[in-house]
């Protein structure tokens, strides 16, 4: 049979393209459970929560979406935290929590909270008009936590009776919520966390009145709505956050002892195993050292556990891993490249070793003594999944997954269950429970690319990614990349589009299934390029640290190294490349025009931040240093300052609701390119915030990508 011509409208329909991936997939306390959120067939945003007998296979839903919920709006506030957590424009269901008992599971909906069996009976626990946030289970199963208009309430299941069990206070302050910060920049979305015998709970008080206050316009297309939102850009006073510990009916409260400076980030929390106390990690204004500190669970006191140290910035991550022996399991970037290690009494054990980087730490089978990573050890681009036997000294990792893959993993509590995700290049994410020697024990998502896979029908026509090396701007360091190429007549040349993101805290190449859209864009006659330019993650501190004080800069000269291997391609038409960026990317766009007039035929640049001053403290601190201290590094990587150098045609896009990257940064620079009369193109998307999703809305925003480049020059010959 034939291939089928692929479409915009068919990449943005239901149901999706990459067939069944699941969202939020997790074991039962017991092992007897896989559950999993799945979009519906006929609204790929809407989501459902379902479970998997692995023993059987057979599959269930759960939760239907439809049937339960009041179908309320959703408040600002959890519209922004699911923006935050890269959850906009999704429906339904986006996330649920098990019960420690393995027979219920907490499920929020339309700003409510709702407690569900094995049985899919659903029982509503609360019924406000205000939404209630950050709803948990306690350890032992016997409350249920969540946040309702700042203060942090405790829903007793017995008697099912709502104590609030923080104190009021003035309107800027907020008792067990993850601030702006934290859930933009620190990947900690929670601000209260229960004891393991549910004696005492962890909770954040949050002071924003030195924060100042931004006006942020949503603007829809029949009205605009402003916010006054709390929003610290660099330079400026973040949140003053205290860490509390209490009983669950609010008695018992003192305040943990974090240190005499309030200047500070407060990056995790992790009780220990035996309830007597929790690990924090505090984090220094300038993200140049990380503390471990121990906090006594009863007194709030302090005893300081080990410190990390960098010249340029400390990367946060999850790996913490507490021991029930008192030590505990972390990594480091202290060699140079992301490591694990085991603590025990002031000592510091190396677990892994290598020109390589620990992607994360997915689990611990304590009784065992095998631990269970995900790491790119093969290949820069690849992430496999590994054992180690951390009690064994100079255990070597065992792979456990496919070779040349890209790889996730959920570890149970045991470390005896997992279940892995794995994709590549030719194959959508499939899933599986594993047992700890990696063997498959059932198939959660096979999603087979047979005849019934939504992607059968375009499947023998996609290409194959080449991925190899090039030589960076310095003369010496080795970029990976990747290029998709259409089918050619011989001699005949292809435009190219260089995809670009560019930024710190991302890879741009890496194994996974190859996007629908860069497969539909190849079957209009494109070329697809990405290059992983110094300054990202994947491939140790060496290669991050040029981009310190400096954004804009090595990452720039890295694209047009790139750019220049390029055009060398035979097969590549040299008048015809343009780049694409979002966000950071978009950013990119913008700097790589600026600093190479005509070297691309054009640019276009979605949602880009153009000063960086203008960006939240943790971000733009975190790389360029806090602009109190100069403001010379910032204006050099910023964009308005050589705005008049773009002398390519430009299409700039944005969403007027965005939160993440405000609206403004296009305005600013709107204004400036109009004063120094450079001409451009623009599309703004009302009442779209920084994803600009939607089916129609993408389908548009593509069909404008596409009829810019034609008119500019770009488009493939006809075939």
Not at 89 to 102: E, F, K
Not at 160 to 182: C, H, K, L, Q
């Amino acid at each position: 049979m034939a291939p089928q011509r692929l479409t915009l409208e068919r990449i943005f329909a239901s149901p999706a393209l990459t067939g069944k991936v699941p969202r939020g997939v997790k074991l039962s306390p017991d092992g007897k459970l896989v559950t999993l959120l799945r979009n519906r067939p006929d609204d790929i945003e809407r989501y459902d929560l379902w479970a998997i007998d692995p023993a059987t296979g057979a599959s269930r839903m759960l939760v239907d979406s439809k049937k339960v919920g009041s179908g309320a709006e959703l408040s600002e506030a959890e519209k922004m935290q699911r923006e935050r957590a890269r959850l906009s424009g999704l429906t339904g269901i986006v996330a649920y929590d098990w019960a420690p008992d393995g027979q219920h599971l907490l499920v929020p909906i339309d700003g409510d909270l709702y407690l569900a069996d094995l049985a899919g009976n659903v029982r509503r626990l609360t019924n406000s008009k205000a939404s209630e946030l950050d709803g948990r289970v306690s350890e032992k199963g016997r409350f249920v936590s969540f946040i309702r208009d700042n203060r942090l309430h405790v829903l007793d299941l017995s008697t099912n009776v709502d104590r609030t069990v923080t104190p009021d206070g003035p309107a800027t302050t907020s008792w067990g919520v993850a601030e702006f910060i934290a859930q933009e920049e620190l990947g900690r979305f929670r601000g209260a966390w229960w004891a393991p015998d549910d004696s005492r709970i962890a909770v954040t008080r949050v002071d924003e009145s030195g924060v100042e206050v931004a006006t942020r316009a949503s603007i829809g297309a029949d009205k605009t709505t402003t916010f006054e939102q709390r929003y610290p850009r660099a330079g400026t006073a973040n949140a003053k956050v205290d860490l509390y510990l209490m009983n669950p009916d609010g008695s018992g409260l003192v305040k943990a002892d974090l240190g005499s400076n309030p200047d500070v980030y407060l990056a995790r929390v992790d009780w220990l195993p035996d309830a007597s106390g929790l690990i924090v990690q505090r984090e220094s204004r300038d993200q140049k050292t990380l503390d471990l500190i121990r906090i006594d669970a009863r007194t709030g006191a302090a005893t300081p556990l080990l410190s990390d140290r960098s010249e340029a910035w400390i990367n946060l991550n999850d790996d913490l891993h507490p021991l029930k022996d008192g030590s505990f399991l972390f990594s480091s970037e202290r060699s140079g490249y992301r490591h694990l290690y085991r603590w025990t009494k002031g000592r510091i054990t190396p677990l892994t070793s290598g020109p390589w980087v620990v992607s994360k730490l997915d689990g611990v089978d304590e009784a065992g003594g095998q631990l269970f990573f995900t790491a790119n050890r093969e290949r820069s681009i690849d992430n496999g999944f590994y054992c180690l036997d951390y009690r064994r000294r100079g255990a070597k990792p065992a792979l456990l997954t496919r070779p040349e893959t890209t790889n996730s993993a959920v570890v149970d509590k045991t470390g005896h269950l997992a279940i892995v995700t794995t994709s590549f290049a030719a194959q959508p994410p499939q899933s599986w429970l594993a047992d700890g020697s990696g063997k498959r024990l059932a198939w959660i998502e096979e999603n087979k690319v047979d005849a019934a896979h939504p992607w059968a029908p375009y499947a023998a026509a996609a290409v194959t990614p080449r991925f190899g090396r090039l030589t960076a701007a310095d003369g010496t360091t080795q970029l990976d990349y990747k290029l998709l190429r259409p089918t050619l007549a011989p001699g005949q040349r292809a435009p190219v589009i260089v995809r670009v993101y560019g930024g710190p805290q991302a890879q741009d190449v890496t194994n996974g299934f190859v996007s629908p859209l860069d497969q539909y864009l190849v079957s209009q006659g494109y070329a697809i390029f990405a290059i992983g330019n110094r300054g990202q993650e994947g491939r140790g501190t060496a290669f991050q640290k040029p981009a310190y004080h400096a954004l804009g800069g090595v990452e720039v000269a890295d694209q047009l190294a790139g750019l220049a291997w390029l055009k060398q391609q035979k097969f590549v038409d040299p008048a015809k490349v343009a780049v694409f960026g979002w966000s950071y990317g978009g950013y990119m766009t913008l700097k790589l025009l600026e600093a190479a007039p005509h070297a691309f035929a054009a640019g276009i640049a979605v949602a880009p931040v153009v000063r960086w001053d203008l960006y939240d403290t943790h971000y733009s601190e975190h790389y360029m240093g806090d602009p109190r201290a100069g403001r010379a590094d910032y204006d050099k990587a910023d964009v308005l300052h050589d705005t008049s150098k773009i002398a390519d045609p430009l299409l700039l896009m944005h969403g007027m609701a965005d939160d993440n990257v405000l609206f403004q940064n296009s305005t600013e620079f709107m204004a400036k390119m109009q004063e120094e009369k450079v001409p451009f193109e623009t599309m703004v998307y009302p009442g779209k915030t920084h994803a600009i999703s939607g089916p129609n809305v993408s389908v548009f925003l593509y069909r404008t990508i596409e009829r810019f480049l034609a008119r500019n020059g770009v488009a493939p010959t006809a075939r």
